[in-house]
Nanobody
């Protein structure tokens, strides 16, 4: 069973930067056939896609975070590290960030939809203060 473990959530001042990370493991060399991503859930909101990389290496970003967030995927044997670098953080991106995985090379026409993923981490919270 794939395991996703997030870290790095913190309280950050408006306009500052933050990196959150996810370690993905547990499926041996099948990890190369997984699409991975980050989703955000704000208070009282639905869980929504922030950024995703599919199994063939294409990156997708929500409009809200384009040009401010950068997703990277680092391979180390059968482990994947998924980093989300957030710049100029503002309150609209506050919430709990969940790392997500799906054993699929491509995600069709809706890569940022929650329904496109089936494995989830426990989440890491990002708070923004003025």
């Amino acid at each position: 069973q794939v395991q996703l473990a997030e870290s790095g959530g913190d309280s950050v001042q408006v306009g500052k930067s933050l990196r959150i990370s996810c370690v993905v493991s547990g499926v041996g060399d099948a990890i190369g056939r997984y699409s991975l991503g980050w989703f955000r859930q704000g208070a009282g909101q639905w869980r929504e896609g922030v950024s995703v990389v599919d199994g063939v290496g294409r990156f997708f970003y929500a409009d809200l975070v384009k040009a401010r967030f950068t997703l990277s995927r680092v391979a180390s044997g059968n482990i994947r590290y998924l980093h989300l670098d957030m710049e100029n953080v503002r309150c609209e991106v506050c919430g709990v960030y969940y790392c997500a995985g799906k054993r699929m090379m491509t995600l069709g026409g809706a890569p940022l939809r929650r329904e496109s993923f089936e494995h989830w981490g426990q989440g890491t919270e990002v708070r923004v203060s003025s």
